[in-house]
């Protein structure tokens, strides 16, 4: 699959246990993905570089008003 069409994953709360877990099949199948944990930043930053599909940190603000 060419860059421009490779799938994106975002897995919400994906620093530790089964978001974690999806991450790493997630890029073991190709996918670009976002890691989102706002609460363990420090953990999503340290799963970003055992993915290889071009990983995403976000670090969503809780405090932020939606």
Not at 22 to 32: I, M, N, P, S
Request: net charge negative; hydrophobic share 50%.
């Amino acid at each position: 699959m060419s860059d421009e069409n490779r799938a994106v994953a975002l897995v919400t709360g994906s620093a530790t246990g089964v978001g974690r877990a999806c991450v790493l099949q997630f890029a073991e199948r190709g996918y670009d993905v976002r890691i989102e944990n706002g609460l363990l930043a420090h953990a999503a930053e340290a799963l970003a570089p055992l993915v290889g599909a071009r990983p995403v940190v976000i670090v969503a603000d809780e405090n932020v008003a939606t």
